[in-house]
Protein backbone atom coordinates (compact mmCIF):
# COMPACT_ATOMS: atom_id res chain seq x y z
CA UNK A 1 0.00 0.00 0.00
CA UNK A 2 1.18 3.92 -0.71
CA UNK A 3 2.83 5.71 2.54
CA UNK A 4 -0.55 7.94 3.02
CA UNK A 5 2.66 9.97 5.30
CA UNK A 6 4.61 10.80 2.28
CA UNK A 7 1.87 11.89 -0.52
CA UNK A 8 3.11 11.31 -4.32
CA UNK A 9 3.21 14.41 -6.49
CA UNK A 10 1.76 13.52 -9.96
CA UNK A 11 4.02 14.66 -12.95
CA UNK A 12 2.17 17.51 -14.38
CA UNK A 13 1.74 16.26 -18.67
CA UNK A 14 0.06 17.27 -21.77
CA UNK A 15 -0.17 14.79 -24.57
CA UNK A 16 1.73 15.55 -28.05
CA UNK A 17 -0.54 13.33 -30.85
CA UNK A 18 -2.37 12.11 -28.40
CA UNK A 19 0.51 9.62 -27.41
CA UNK A 20 3.81 11.20 -26.21
CA UNK A 21 3.54 12.33 -22.55
CA UNK A 22 5.41 16.16 -22.09
CA UNK A 23 6.65 17.05 -18.76
CA UNK A 24 5.01 20.53 -19.03
CA UNK A 25 7.11 20.81 -15.65
CA UNK A 26 10.94 20.16 -17.44
CA UNK A 27 9.23 21.24 -20.97
CA UNK A 28 10.38 17.74 -22.23
CA UNK A 29 9.05 14.33 -23.59
CA UNK A 30 9.13 10.96 -21.79
CA UNK A 31 10.72 9.61 -24.44
CA UNK A 32 11.16 9.21 -28.25
CA UNK A 33 7.57 8.22 -30.11
CA UNK A 34 9.45 6.94 -33.12
CA UNK A 35 11.79 4.63 -31.43
CA UNK A 36 11.72 4.82 -27.64
CA UNK A 37 12.04 1.43 -27.12
CA UNK A 38 14.92 0.73 -29.74
CA UNK A 39 16.49 3.77 -27.83
CA UNK A 40 16.39 2.24 -24.66
CA UNK A 41 17.97 -0.91 -26.03
CA UNK A 42 20.86 1.11 -27.63
CA UNK A 43 21.34 3.22 -24.70
CA UNK A 44 20.79 1.73 -21.38
CA UNK A 45 21.37 -2.04 -22.21
CA UNK A 46 23.93 -2.15 -25.03
CA UNK A 47 25.31 0.98 -23.01
CA UNK A 48 25.70 -1.26 -19.94
CA UNK A 49 26.75 -4.49 -21.64
CA UNK A 50 23.70 -5.69 -20.83
CA UNK A 51 22.36 -8.70 -21.03
CA UNK A 52 26.00 -10.14 -21.51
CA UNK A 53 26.84 -8.69 -17.90
CA UNK A 54 23.79 -10.28 -15.88
CA UNK A 55 24.32 -13.10 -13.34
CA UNK A 56 22.03 -13.43 -9.97
CA UNK A 57 21.57 -10.70 -7.68
CA UNK A 58 22.73 -7.79 -10.50
CA UNK A 59 21.25 -4.49 -9.59
CA UNK A 60 20.46 -2.02 -11.81
CA UNK A 61 19.52 1.26 -10.49
CA UNK A 62 18.04 4.18 -12.56
CA UNK A 63 17.60 7.59 -11.99
CA UNK A 64 14.20 8.89 -13.58
CA UNK A 65 11.30 5.84 -13.86
CA UNK A 66 9.25 7.94 -16.05
CA UNK A 67 6.59 5.39 -17.91
CA UNK A 68 9.06 2.32 -16.88
CA UNK A 69 9.73 1.63 -20.06
CA UNK A 70 13.29 0.85 -19.17
CA UNK A 71 12.00 -1.64 -16.76
CA UNK A 72 9.83 -3.45 -19.02
CA UNK A 73 12.78 -3.59 -22.03
CA UNK A 74 14.79 -5.28 -18.96
CA UNK A 75 12.37 -7.58 -18.50
CA UNK A 76 12.05 -8.50 -21.97
CA UNK A 77 16.17 -9.13 -22.11
CA UNK A 78 16.59 -10.76 -18.80
CA UNK A 79 15.35 -14.11 -19.51
CA UNK A 80 15.16 -16.43 -16.12
CA UNK A 81 18.08 -14.45 -14.39
CA UNK A 82 16.85 -13.02 -10.90
CA UNK A 83 18.26 -9.46 -10.85
CA UNK A 84 17.19 -6.52 -8.70
CA UNK A 85 16.17 -2.97 -10.60
CA UNK A 86 15.76 0.05 -8.33
CA UNK A 87 14.41 3.77 -9.57
CA UNK A 88 14.00 6.74 -8.00
CA UNK A 89 11.53 9.16 -9.06
CA UNK A 90 10.12 12.57 -7.71
CA UNK A 91 7.10 12.46 -9.79
CA UNK A 92 5.47 8.78 -10.19
CA UNK A 93 2.86 8.96 -13.37
CA UNK A 94 -0.41 7.54 -12.51
CA UNK A 95 -1.08 3.85 -13.40
CA UNK A 96 -3.67 5.11 -16.44
CA UNK A 97 -1.10 7.38 -18.31
CA UNK A 98 1.75 4.84 -17.87
CA UNK A 99 -0.56 2.59 -20.09
CA UNK A 100 -1.75 5.31 -22.22
CA UNK A 101 1.72 5.81 -23.17
CA UNK A 102 3.05 2.28 -23.44
CA UNK A 103 0.54 1.65 -26.34
CA UNK A 104 2.95 3.12 -28.34
CA UNK A 105 5.13 0.28 -27.66
CA UNK A 106 3.30 -3.02 -28.18
CA UNK A 107 6.13 -5.41 -27.79
CA UNK A 108 6.28 -3.33 -23.81
CA UNK A 109 2.84 -3.37 -23.58
CA UNK A 110 2.25 -7.25 -24.05
CA UNK A 111 4.28 -7.80 -20.67
CA UNK A 112 3.43 -4.85 -18.78
CA UNK A 113 -0.22 -5.74 -17.51
CA UNK A 114 1.29 -7.22 -14.03
CA UNK A 115 3.62 -4.69 -13.33
CA UNK A 116 0.60 -2.26 -14.42
CA UNK A 117 -1.79 -4.30 -11.77
CA UNK A 118 0.37 -3.37 -8.89
CA UNK A 119 1.29 0.10 -9.67
CA UNK A 120 -2.21 0.83 -9.73
CA UNK A 121 -2.30 -0.63 -6.31
CA UNK A 122 0.01 1.98 -5.18
CA UNK A 123 2.95 -0.39 -5.08
CA UNK A 124 6.34 0.73 -5.06
CA UNK A 125 7.96 -2.01 -4.46
CA UNK A 126 7.05 -5.61 -6.08
CA UNK A 127 8.25 -8.41 -8.21
CA UNK A 128 7.74 -8.51 -12.14
CA UNK A 129 8.88 -12.34 -12.92
CA UNK A 130 12.53 -12.85 -12.39
CA UNK A 131 12.92 -8.67 -11.54
CA UNK A 132 12.75 -7.60 -7.73
CA UNK A 133 11.75 -4.08 -8.24
CA UNK A 134 12.22 -1.40 -6.10
CA UNK A 135 10.85 2.49 -7.16
CA UNK A 136 11.70 5.27 -4.78
CA UNK A 137 9.63 8.23 -4.81
CA UNK A 138 10.99 11.87 -4.10
CA UNK A 139 13.64 14.02 -4.80
CA UNK A 140 17.07 11.93 -6.16
CA UNK A 141 19.23 14.63 -4.08
CA UNK A 142 18.14 13.33 -0.84
CA UNK A 143 16.92 9.53 -1.86
CA UNK A 144 20.09 8.32 -3.15
CA UNK A 145 22.24 9.21 -0.82
CA UNK A 146 20.14 7.61 2.24
CA UNK A 147 20.32 4.52 -0.23
CA UNK A 148 22.18 1.98 1.03
CA UNK A 149 22.89 -0.61 -1.66
CA UNK A 150 25.62 -0.13 -4.79
CA UNK A 151 24.04 -0.85 -8.39
CA UNK A 152 26.39 -3.04 -11.15
CA UNK A 153 24.72 -0.87 -13.60
CA UNK A 154 23.45 2.85 -13.99
CA UNK A 155 20.70 3.93 -16.50
CA UNK A 156 20.69 7.48 -15.51
CA UNK A 157 17.62 8.60 -17.73
CA UNK A 158 16.38 11.85 -16.00
CA UNK A 159 14.94 14.92 -17.97
CA UNK A 160 17.40 16.66 -20.26
CA UNK A 161 20.51 18.09 -18.58
CA UNK A 162 19.47 21.54 -20.17
CA UNK A 163 15.80 21.38 -18.81
CA UNK A 164 16.51 19.49 -15.34
CA UNK A 165 20.05 20.35 -14.05
CA UNK A 166 19.03 19.54 -10.92
CA UNK A 167 19.40 15.51 -11.91
CA UNK A 168 22.67 15.87 -13.40
CA UNK A 169 24.91 18.07 -11.16
CA UNK A 170 28.43 16.80 -10.12
CA UNK A 171 26.96 16.07 -5.93
CA UNK A 172 24.45 13.87 -7.60
CA UNK A 173 26.56 12.29 -10.05
CA UNK A 174 28.90 11.71 -7.01
CA UNK A 175 26.28 9.83 -5.23
CA UNK A 176 25.76 7.87 -8.19
CA UNK A 177 29.30 6.65 -8.08
CA UNK A 178 29.31 6.26 -4.43
CA UNK A 179 26.52 3.96 -5.34
CA UNK A 180 28.41 1.71 -7.65
CA UNK A 181 30.08 -1.72 -7.17
CA UNK A 182 33.61 -2.18 -8.31
CA UNK A 183 33.28 -2.97 -12.06
CA UNK A 184 30.10 -1.42 -12.01
CA UNK A 185 28.97 0.96 -15.12
CA UNK A 186 26.38 3.73 -16.34
CA UNK A 187 24.75 4.37 -19.87
CA UNK A 188 23.20 7.89 -20.23
CA UNK A 189 21.47 9.13 -23.77
CA UNK A 190 23.07 12.56 -23.02
CA UNK A 191 26.65 13.34 -24.12
CA UNK A 192 26.73 17.01 -21.88
CA UNK A 193 30.35 18.11 -21.18
CA UNK A 194 28.92 18.94 -17.63
CA UNK A 195 27.83 16.05 -17.27
CA UNK A 196 31.18 14.27 -18.19
CA UNK A 197 33.13 15.35 -16.58
CA UNK A 198 30.86 15.30 -13.05
CA UNK A 199 31.15 11.69 -13.50
CA UNK A 200 34.90 11.38 -14.79
CA UNK A 201 35.53 13.80 -11.41
CA UNK A 202 33.35 11.01 -9.36
CA UNK A 203 36.04 8.37 -10.32
CA UNK A 204 34.12 7.12 -13.53
CA UNK A 205 36.14 5.96 -16.67
CA UNK A 206 34.40 8.08 -19.15
CA UNK A 207 33.24 7.17 -22.83
CA UNK A 208 31.26 9.19 -25.39
CA UNK A 209 29.63 7.03 -28.33
CA UNK A 210 27.28 6.65 -30.84
CA UNK A 211 24.45 8.23 -29.70
CA UNK A 212 20.89 6.22 -31.14
CA UNK A 213 18.92 7.40 -34.47
CA UNK A 214 19.68 11.18 -35.22
CA UNK A 215 21.63 11.60 -31.75
CA UNK A 216 24.88 12.11 -31.97
CA UNK A 217 26.44 11.17 -28.87
CA UNK A 218 25.83 9.20 -25.87
CA UNK A 219 28.09 8.09 -22.84
CA UNK A 220 28.93 5.60 -20.76
CA UNK A 221 31.49 4.98 -18.03
CA UNK A 222 32.70 2.22 -15.78
CA UNK A 223 34.27 2.37 -12.14
CA UNK A 224 37.34 0.54 -11.69
CA UNK A 225 37.76 -2.58 -10.73
Known amino acids: MPDQSNPETLPQLEWRDGALPISTQFDDPYFSLANGLDETRHVFLAGNDLPARLRPGFHIA ?12 TLLAVGDTPIRFTSFEAYPMAAPDIARALEAFPEAEAVAAPFLSQWATGARKFQLGPI ?42 AEVARHTAKGGSFATYTAAGFVRRGLQAAGF ?20 T
Do not use: C, Y
Open 62 to 73: ELGFGTGLNLLA
Open 132 to 173: AVEVIIGDARDTLPAWQHRADAWFLDGFSPAKNPELWNEDLM
Open 205 to 224: TVERRKGHGHKRHMATGKMP
